[in-house]
């Protein structure tokens, strides 16, 4: 079992910054044991999008809306994730999860909300 524990949501003006973090904890024993782990969001009405990826060996993926403003990372020491969210928009304004695909197995954390106004 993989527990994922968001923070860092608030409330920020828009042209701000964020930066969330999920620690993962449970059986596993470091997070370079996931395949990859990532963020997403889902705004009201929205169905749940892609944020970002972070694969084992370290190549990421952006969605195209958060390209050259967001940037995921992770400290292997801490079993932690970080979406460093710079420019904000309203736009982004979303419910953000950390999830962890570990072997045939996906784990979602409760989610933070990010809340942009404009």
């Known amino acids: 079992q993989v527990q994922l524990v968001e923070s860092g949501g608030g409330l920020v003006q828009a042209g701000g910054s964020l930066r969330l973090s999920c620690a993962a904890s449970?059986?596993?024993?470091?997070?370079?044991?996931?395949?990859?782990m990532g963020w997403y969001r889902q705004a009201p009405g929205n169905q749940r999008e892609l944020v970002a990826t972070i694969r084992r060996l370290g190549s990421t993926n952006y969605a195209n809306s958060v390209k050259d403003r967001f940037t995921i990372s992770r400290d292997d020491a801490k079993n932690t994730i970080y979406l460093q969210m710079n420019s904000l928009k309203f736009e982004d304004t979303a419910v953000y999860y950390c999830?962890?695909?570990?072997?045939?197995?996906?784990?979602w954390g409760q989610g933070t909300q990010v809340t942009v106004s404009s």
């Open positions: 449970g059986t596993i024993l470091s997070i370079l044991s996931m395949n990859s």
């Open positions: 999830n962890a695909n570990y072997g045939s197995d996906a784990y």
